[in-house]
Every structure is written in C-alpha cells, then in structure tokens.
C-alpha cells in the first residue's frame, strides 16, 4: 500500500514538535511539507523551529514553508505562558542549517493539492487553522480536492484551556476555524477531551529517555518543561501530548473513539469566542460535520509514539 500522502500545519510548540518526529518516523505517511503558521510563537520561532525538529529527526530535505503571521481579522494571541519564550524551551539545540522555503506556506497548499490526484492529500493541522482558511478563501476549487482534515483543536466535556470556554488552536483564531468546520471536507478533531487522557506520566517520559538517542533525550526534556504548566493547572499526573494524537490517528485510528456530530464555532460572543459548540447529543438537528473524538487508548499511545521515536 502507498503512504498516505499529508501537509502538516503546525505552530511547534513541544507538542507539535513531537508530532512532526511521530510523522517522519513512519513510513505509511508520505509528508508532502510543512507549513508554519502563528500561534504558541510569533511566526519568525514556528518557521525556525518546524526545521529544527526536522533537522533532529535527520530530515533537512523536508521543504518547510512559512504561512501567515497575525490571524484573519484579530490580534495574535501566543502561549509562552506554556511553550517558554522559543516555543522549544527545555532544552537547547542549535539553530538550523536547512534553508526556509521562498515560497509562502498558503501558495505551497494550494499548489500541492491542485497538483496531486483529488483526495489524495490530507491536512493535518496542529495550530491555528489561519493558513488553511486562507487557502479555501484564496482557491475555492482546492476545498473539493482534500481527502480529510485531521486536526487538533476544540474541546467540548473539557471546554476551554486558554478560556473557560475555548481550547488554544481554536481561539487565537475563530474565523478561521468557522471557515474550515463549514467546508464539508471530512473532518476528524483531536479535541481536549481526547488529549487530556494521553499524560505524559513519569514511566512514559522514562521510555523516552531510556532510549538513548538525541531525539529520545530531547523529548524527555521538552516534556519535563512544558508538563509543569499543566501539572499546576490541573493537578494531573503529566502533561496532555495534544498534538501527536493527529499523527497516531493516521497509523492506528482504532486506538480513538468519538461521534459524527455537528460542531459549530463560536465568533461573536466575548464570553464563548472560539467554543467549539459540539452537537454531542444531537439536539440542534443540524446536519453532522465533524467525527469528534472523546476517548483515546493511552497505553496504546504512547507505545506507538514511543516505538516509532525509537527508529529516529
């Protein structure tokens, strides 16, 4: 079988990071590229540190490409507060040596999906989802061209980390994210109800140490960084890997669980900006769009994550 073919867009971030490592370890999954957009950092850190990551996994011919820097209509709100000033805080590594794309990251997703056979790309968003709105709005034709989203973001028994109200990916930028939930491209979302259950415990980010390479010790640190955040905040065990779990529903979707329902965004209200208001119960009688994940197989997880880190 042929490797399935993705554009990851992502806003790295640790989380992100570690996403990246889990796609390019496996080979079922063809990365087409990877697009920066604004998010947990400004830009200029997202562009730097998606190359970075792809530099430590021993890929400098991944072709990197930096998308949009500020949100569709509304001020850019980062998360240092989680990520540290670089967005890679816990450990240090050298800057890159592999050169950023000229292309901009939106030109490179309309290309490519003009360009490759219809349905065959899916997008893989792990941030905000800026960059894939503007490509519809910028190429209408590419909408039909997706095979699937697959995307981390949302929240809905959880409800909010960056408000009460609303998870980080999608309140930094709202308008986006009602852009792309009402494409009618399938759409899978890795929400905080799923996320929340894949901690990174003590044993977990021991696996990753006892492994013994750079990238085994790198990820060991970058947890032990950014689990202290949520570790005070939610008096859990470890930190939530939200954003490895879009990779792992590609490799084994059968280690998640969730329902097709309506999810709709929220971009008027101050209070609710940026709720993904998920039709869990289908009351509304609105028509599904989106298989929302609830459940994940933890153990499964993260002995999938930590296997295939492994072979980096």
Known sequence: MSARKIIIDTDPGQDDAVAILLALASPELEVLGITAVAGNVPLPLTQKNARIVCELAGRPDMRVFAGCDTPLKRKLVTAEHVHGKTGLDGSVLPDPVMGLQDQHGVDFIIETLRAQA??????????????????FERAP????RVQEIVLMGGAYFEVGNITPAAEFNIYVDPDAAKIVFGSGIPITVMPLDVTHKALTTQA???????????????????TDFFERFDKEKYGSAGAPLHDPCVIAHLLDPGLFSGRHVNVE???????????????????????????????VNADGFFNLLTERLARL
């Open 118 to 135: 219809s349905e065959t790309v899916t997008l893989c968003p792990l941030g905000p989802l800026t960059n894939i709105a503007t490509a």
């Open 265 to 295: 965004i929220e971009t008027m209200s101050d209070l609710t900006l940026g709720m993904t208001v998920a039709d869990w119960w289908r009351v509304s009688g609105r028509a599904p769009n989106t298989m929302f994940m609830g459940d």
């Open 141 to 144: 034709d590419i909408i039909g």
């Open 204 to 222: 977990r980010v021991d696996a990753f140490r006892a492994m013994g390479s750079e990238v085994g010790r790198m990820v060991a640190e970058w």
